[in-house]
């Protein structure tokens, strides 16, 4: 069993940044960040492969920089001008075969406990 550890959220007023880390137990294919907001389902943030081709929601696009380090199993998420609407809890992901935001979480195999991101206005 894969196993998925976030750490680096907190509180941050809008404009500001965090970055997000996801220690996994073992080398997956790929690997990504889910947000899930009070009252709304998960939906897909941006993921990552192997092979470092990156896919972002548009919501997130030009703000939010993906990257993993397949050395440590790592994964990274840089998130700069963070909006109100950004707040959700973010959990990091990991699967074997299957990448991208477009499909329902509920595809993907390998889930964290999730770490809280609050952007106040």
């Known amino acids: 069993q894969v196993q998925l550890v976030e750490s680096g959220g907190g509180s941050v007023q809008a404009g500001g940044s965090l970055r997000l880390s996801c220690v996994s137990s073992?080398?997956?294919?790929?690997m990504g960040w889910f947000r899930q907001a009070p009252g709304k389902e998960r939906e897909g943030v941006a993921t990552i492969d192997s092979g470092w081709i990156p896919n972002y929601a548009d919501a997130v696009k030009g703000r939010f920089t993906i990257s993993r380090d397949n050395a440590k199993n790592t994964l990274f998420l840089q998130m700069n001008r963070l909006k109100p609407e950004d707040t959700a809890m973010y959990y990091c992901?990991?699967?074997?075969?299957?990448?991208?935001?477009?499909?329902?979480?509920?595809?993907?195999?390998?889930w964290g406990q999730g770490t809280q991101v609050t952007v106040s206005s």
């Open positions: 073992e080398y997956t294919y790929c």
């Open positions: 992901m990991g699967d074997p075969a299957i990448c991208g935001v477009g499909r329902d979480y509920r595809s993907y195999k390998y």
